[in-house]
């Protein structure tokens, strides 16, 4: 039986509104949820605010990717095989490709390195109005932008306490503190009263420590956590205790609980006055004025990434099985 056009639109409407009904489930008093673009598999996801558009890891064509809210998807470079993290600077022009050298895949990749050890994380600076590529190091422990042109790490080389500032390059370095008796293992976040890290002793597990650019002090503020950074705002859920959303304030350095929830929290996407919370019961929007939880009714199977819309409003976006939606509160 051959179908009428009309016939083949209501069958792909159908098909579509069946996938994202399977993927997201929602209940009455939904936020709004719409997919934006499909068949992704997104990694290292950012929301640009000047031109509206997510930038994103392509890892079906493993391409970094512009993708617009009517669902258009612009390459952005060539293939990269073997990409760990991109990390984009906050204006979007240039960003930092964090690779893994692998001696496999050498002649499809151009991020290999002949000289360096197999398996060794690259760090690249990607230029994306020229596409121009430039090494950067092989030696960065961890590394964050500071504003658009500066980056902040730790060197592999160095002291383990030592955190370092540079040119995006790399050039220009110079030490920005010693941490002492911390041995590095993440850079967080970088805030203007100073930075968040993950790092401890010898033999000791990894907490979180707040180091004040002002007097190089580091304060210990989690043990075994995950962090969320916005601004002022910085939320965090031990792994010991992952029900329960704690918060640390930077003016008194002091940790207070934030929300107590039925079952581990899996994702949060921290935005300037609310956050999105997702546990096994599903997605929930807590207010950071006055620590206020409701529910989102929005039961998402397969997430994988939840960030948020830096800027007014509410909206906020995730991936699922591949797939890339906005979620707008009601």
Do not use: C
Request: aromatic letters at 10%.
């Amino acid at each position: 039986m051959q179908l009428t056009r009309a016939q083949l639109i209501g069958l792909i409407a159908l098909f579509a509104a069946i996938v994202i009904g399977y993927f997201v489930v929602g209940r009455r008093g939904n936020a709004t949820v719409t997919m934006i673009a499909s068949a992704l598999q997104p990694s290292s996801l950012a929301y640009n605010t000047a031109d509206q558009s997510v930038y994103l890891f392509n890892r079906v064509t493993s391409q970094l990717s512009k993708v617009e809210f009517d669902g258009t998807i612009t390459p952005l470079s060539e293939s990269f095989p073997n990409v760990d993290t991109v990390l984009w600077a906050p204006d979007f022009q240039r960003a930092l490709i964090r690779s893994i050298n692998d001696v496999a895949t050498k002649s499809a990749d151009p991020l290999f390195r002949d000289g360096e050890d197999d398996g060794l994380i690259l760090t690249w600076l990607y230029n994306l109005a020229d596409r121009k590529l430039s090494f950067v190091n092989a030696d960065y422990g961890s590394v964050t932008w500071a504003g658009n042109d500066q980056i902040v790490y730790y060197f592999a080389g160095d002291d383990p306490g030592d955190v370092s500032l540079a040119k995006p390059d790399g050039s220009e370095r110079q030490t920005l503190m010693h941490i002492q008796g911390v041995l590095v293992s993440q850079i967080d976040a970088h805030l203007d009263e100073g930075l968040i890290v993950t790092g401890g002793a010898d033999e000791e597990e990894d907490k979180l420590f707040f180091v004040d650019f002002a007097t190089k002090q580091a304060t210990s503020f989690a043990e075994q956590a995950s962090v969320w950074v916005n601004g002022s705002n910085v939320l965090f859920v031990s792994r010991t205790d992952s029900t329960r959303l704690m918060r640390f304030d930077l003016t008194t350095r002091q940790t207070t609980e934030g929300r107590q929830f039925d079952s581990s929290i899996s994702h949060v996407a921290l935005g300037s006055s609310h956050a999105i919370v997702a546990t096994e019961e599903g997605l929930s929007s807590f207010d950071l004025a006055t620590n206020r939880k409701r529910a989102v009714n929005v039961r998402v199977n397969g997430l994988q990434n939840l960030f948020v819309f830096p800027g007014e409003g509410e909206s906020f976006f995730f991936t699922a099985t591949g797939n890339l939606y906005r979620l707008e509160l009601p």
